[in-house]
């Protein structure tokens, strides 16, 4: 038996070189006397690989690669094949086994073998090693950031009990779709989806989500509206949508790593295009009513005016990214990619949300003017009638005759103090009679006060910062960026028309 094992691995030694090559795997997958395994195969061509005959050696991983499908078997031997031609400088072979290697069992330090030294700085390994390499750069570094911001922004904002419960939840979801994408376009770019194969299409179920989930957000903070189970119509096209992708997400990973490699071989296909064409439908279709909303609400004057910038920013921004992705689909066919453009207005969007997330969470639930309508930031408020009318006559004397406006360190709490009330209803007293808010209010106020001392300045002996002080600023630019606000004039305009030269006495 020993000398039976010496003779077939001699035979199969010398066949090579004195018989010429074995004849083609699908001819026959084995010659006549020897091992009849993949494993064998393996063995005997890599002793050949080892003694440097690579011809040989790519003819019997030939026979083993035709005998092995197991994916975690097949990537060593392409792998071993793509080495023996890298050794004899064929370039293309080369290049070809190391992409079957990779999709075999995608592991992307096979690029970096001593063996491909050779070849490596020809312009196809290049290519190769862009393809597939992960690695970050400065856009899928900023990506990254941006969508970890918004994944911690949608979560926090949930814990903000001050914000109306549904509007939150409508923003909070909005920003996690626009984050997801962001962070899937980051994994796509970096080529890290190919190490994570069940990231493929992670963020397509959530197409048709954009408009709806903005659309409601307006409805219900521009005229605080109900669900109604006819809403949930809404959902259609996205349930519709997950039918058609659950098939796809419970295929096994090297599956979603063939259907990655494959998208990448085919390019934009006419299934991409139904997709992106239908999701643009979907936004251009909400965005309308978006518009329609948001131009009724400033019609009829309803929100405070720093809700009313919210929401027009949001507005903007979001038709901006629907512009984008317009001239994303029109172009993409020519082969002129607008991509990194619609992922900047999605990451400005996250941004955007997210700085007033931080300053100012009380943009995020609407407030009205008013209207007779009943703020429903302060629907379950205790403050009854009665005691908001007492504590706007109170707040009227403190403004009017006390003038605390000219207290430069003055700030809600302390107004609730000397109100002898708490911080919300105070604040919700100023937002009820008099239809903004306090900082609004001061300003108002001090700059009132600012203007009756420049008229009565006949001959102009005040200076502008001594002014400033004397309403209640600390500081001349905070004074003349809120009187320019206020009258479209410097103070040192404002002072050289308030007096006529006919008034001045002589």
Known sequence: MRWSIVIALGYFWLTPIFAGPPPEPHNALKPAFGPDTGQSYIA????????????????????????ETTPSIKAPILKKMALSHAALDHVDECVDYIEESLRADFDPTVLTDDGFDIIRDTPLFDQLDDKYTP??????????????????ISVMINFNKKIDSVARLLISLFIFIHSLFIFHICLSITKYEYVYPHSYLMS???????????????????????????DLFHLVPTLLLLIYLVPIYSLSGDEKLELLFQDAEDGFTLADFTLVSLKLTSLLAYGYFIRKLYLESKRKKELQRHTETWQRNLYRIHFLYIGTYLL???????????????IMCMALMVLYVGYFASVQPDVFSGFYRNTGKLLFKYEKSGLTKDLSLELMQNLRRLFDIEKIYKENDICLDKLAQR??????????????????????????????????????????????????????????????????????????QYQKTAVKPQEIPV
Request: charged share 15%.
């Open 204 to 230: 397509t179920s959530f197409s048709f989500l954009y408009g709806p989930l903005l659309y409601f957000y307006f409805k219900r903070t521009t005229q605080h509206y109900s669900f109604r189970p006819s």
């Open 44 to 67: 005997l061509a890599d002793s050949l690989y080892y003694e440097h005959d690579y011809k040989a050696a790519l003819h019997n991983y030939e026979y083993a690669l035709a005998l």
């Open 419 to 492: 109100l002898d009330t708490t911080r919300h209803n105070a604040s919700q007293v100023i937002n009820e009679h008099f239809n903004m808010s306090f900082h609004e209010l001061v300003n108002k106020y001090r700059i009132q006060e600012a203007k009756s001392m420049l008229k009565t300045d006949i001959r102009k002996n005040l200076n502008i910062i001594d002014i400033a002080y004397e309403v209640g600023y600390n500081n001349k630019v905070t004074f003349n960026k809120a009187f320019k606000k206020d009258t479209n004039l410097t103070p040192s």
């Open 328 to 342: 994303y689909c029109i172009f993409i066919s020519n082969g002129l990619y607008l991509f990194h453009f619609q």
């Open 135 to 152: 690695s970050f750069n400065i856009w899928s570094s900023i990506y990254l950031y941006v969508a970890l911001i918004g994944f911690y």
